[in-house]
C-alpha cells in the first residue's frame, strides 16, 4: 500500500491506494472518511488498483476556509483520477459520494470507465412530498450543529436522514460516531451548498459511460424514490439491489456488496443495458 497527500484547488486531500489492476476511486460520503470502506477495500484490491480518500474537510485532509461546494468535490475527484489513476478509473460513490461521482463524470465522461452509486441523496430529483421528511431532519441537525452539539446533530442526522432510524447506536460503532462527529462541521457546510441535492445525471446519457446505481431492498423511502428518478434521467443505467441491505451495504452487508461491485466491474459491458431493463442483482 502506498498513501500520500495531494494538493488541489487549495486543499490537501490524504489518500492511500493498494492492489494492481484496473484502477478504482472509492468516495465515501457525509460524515465518513475512506475508512468507511474498510471492509471493501481489501477484496477489490485482490483484482484493481484501489484508490480512497478523504474528501476535503474530512479527517486527516484539509478544509479550506470559506463556503465549499459539491462543485469542488467534484473537481477534486478529477484531480485525483488525473493525478493517482492516469486519467481514467472506476467510480465507486456512496450517498454523497455518489452525486460527487455523477456530477464529475457528467463534467468529464472520459474520466469514468463505468460509475456505480449507491442512493446518491439527489432530493431535488423528487417531489416534494417525498423529500420534505427528509428536509425537516436536515434543518435540525443543522440546527444543532449550529449551536454547537455536533453529537446531537451528527446522530440526528445518520439516524433520520442519512442511514435510518436506530443506526447510530446499532450499525456505527465508537470509530464511526466519533468521526461522524469529528466531521460534522463539513456536513453543515454541504448543508449550505444549494446545489448539492440537484446534481443533474442527463448529461451522462448517451455519454457512452456504463452507469450501475445500487440500492438496499431495506433503504429508507426518500432513497428508493431517488432511484427511480435517477431511472427515468438515465434509462440506459442498471439497478442493482443489495438484498437486506440499507444506506450503507459497505457497512452492514459488505460481504454481499463487495460481490456485487466486483461482478460489476469484471466487464465494464455488464453495465451496458437496454433503456427501461432492470437488471437488478440481489446478493
Same mark, same amino acid.
Given at each position: 500500500?502506498?498513501?500520500? *497527500?495531494?494538493?488541489?484547488?487549495?486543499? #490537501?486531500?490524504?489518500?492511500?491506494?493498494?492492489?494492481?489492476?484496473?484502477?478504482?476511486? $472509492?468516495?465515501? %460520503?457525509?460524515?465518513?472518511?475512506?475508512?468507511?470502506?474498510?471492509?471493501?477495500?481489501? +477484496?477489490?484490491?485482490?483484482?484493481?488498483?484501489?484508490?480512497?480518500?478523504?474528501?476535503?474537510?474530512?479527517?486527516?485532509?484539509?478544509?479550506?476556509?470559506?463556503?465549499?461546494?459539491?462543485? #469542488? &468535490?467534484?473537481?477534486?475527484?478529477?484531480?485525483?483520477?488525473?493525478? $493517482?489513476? %492516469?486519467?481514467?478509473? =472506476?467510480?465507486?460513490?456512496?450517498?454523497?459520494?455518489?452525486?460527487?461521482?455523477?456530477?464529475?463524470?457528467? =463534467? *468529464?465522461?472520459?474520466?469514468?470507465?463505468?460509475? $456505480?452509486? =449507491?442512493?446518491?441523496?439527489?432530493?431535488?430529483?423528487? &417531489?416534494?412530498?417525498?423529500?420534505?421528511?427528509?428536509?425537516?431532519?436536515?434543518?435540525?441537525?443543522?440546527?444543532?450543529? #449550529?449551536? %454547537?452539539?455536533?453529537?446531537?446533530?451528527? *446522530?440526528?442526522?445518520?439516524?433520520?436522514? !442519512?442511514?435510518?432510524?436506530?443506526?447510530?447506536?446499532?450499525?456505527?460503532?465508537?470509530?464511526?460516531?466519533?468521526?461522524?462527529?469529528?466531521?460534522?462541521?463539513?456536513?453543515?457546510?454541504? =448543508?449550505?451548498?444549494?446545489?448539492?441535492?440537484?446534481?443533474?445525471?442527463?448529461?451522462?446519457?448517451?455519454?457512452?459511460?456504463?452507469?450501475?446505481?445500487?440500492?438496499?431492498?431495506?433503504?429508507? /423511502?426518500?432513497?428508493?424514490?431517488?432511484? +427511480?428518478?435517477?431511472?427515468?434521467?438515465?434509462? !440506459?443505467?442498471?439497478?442493482?439491489?443489495?438484498?437486506?441491505? %440499507?444506506?450503507?451495504?459497505?457497512?452492514?452487508?459488505? #460481504? +454481499?456488496?463487495?460481490?456485487?461491485?466486483?461482478? @460489476? $466491474? @469484471?466487464?465494464?459491458?455488464?453495465?451496458?443495458?437496454? /433503456?427501461? @431493463?432492470? *437488471?437488478?442483482?440481489?446478493?
Amino acid at each position: 500500500m502506498t498513501a500520500g *497527500r495531494l494538493r488541489v484547488g487549495g486543499a #490537501e486531500l490524504a489518500w492511500e491506494r493498494a492492489g494492481s489492476g484496473p484502477a478504482v476511486v $472509492l468516495v465515501h %460520503g457525509s460524515g465518513d472518511n475512506h475508512r468507511s470502506w474498510d471492509a471493501v477495500a481489501p +477484496a477489490l484490491a485482490e483484482t484493481h488498483t484501489v484508490i480512497r480518500y478523504d474528501r476535503r474537510g474530512h479527517s486527516r485532509s484539509s478544509a479550506p476556509p470559506g463556503q465549499g461546494s459539491i462543485r #469542488e &468535490d467534484a473537481a477534486d475527484l478529477l484531480t485525483v483520477v488525473d493525478e $493517482l489513476a %492516469g486519467g481514467s478509473a =472506476h467510480l465507486v460513490g456512496h450517498s454523497y459520494g455518489g452525486s460527487v461521482v455523477l456530477l464529475a463524470a457528467a =463534467h *468529464r465522461p472520459t474520466a469514468a470507465r463505468s460509475l $456505480l452509486v =449507491h442512493e446518491p441523496p439527489l432530493f431535488a430529483l423528487v &417531489d416534494e412530498g417525498t423529500r420534505a421528511e427528509a428536509g425537516r431532519w436536515m434543518r435540525q441537525a443543522a440546527d444543532l450543529l #449550529e449551536a %454547537g452539539d455536533a453529537e446531537a446533530g451528527a *446522530r440526528t442526522f445518520v439516524d433520520h436522514v !442519512g442511514f435510518g432510524p436506530g443506526s447510530w447506536a446499532e450499525l456505527f460503532d465508537d470509530d464511526l460516531r466519533a468521526t461522524a462527529v469529528a466531521n460534522a462541521h463539513t456536513w453543515l457546510d454541504q =448543508h449550505r451548498d444549494p446545489d448539492r441535492l440537484a446534481v443533474d445525471p442527463s448529461a451522462l446519457a448517451g455519454s457512452g459511460v456504463p452507469v450501475t446505481v445500487t440500492t438496499g431492498t431495506a433503504t429508507p /423511502p426518500t432513497y428508493r424514490a431517488v432511484v +427511480a428518478a435517477l431511472r427515468e434521467k438515465l434509462p !440506459g443505467a442498471a439497478v442493482a439491489r443489495v438484498q437486506g441491505a %440499507g444506506h450503507a451495504p459497505h457497512l452492514s452487508h459488505p #460481504e +454481499a456488496y463487495v460481490n456485487l461491485l466486483r461482478a @460489476r $466491474l @469484471r466487464d465494464d459491458r455488464r453495465s451496458r443495458v437496454l /433503456p427501461g @431493463r432492470d *437488471r437488478g442483482q440481489g446478493s
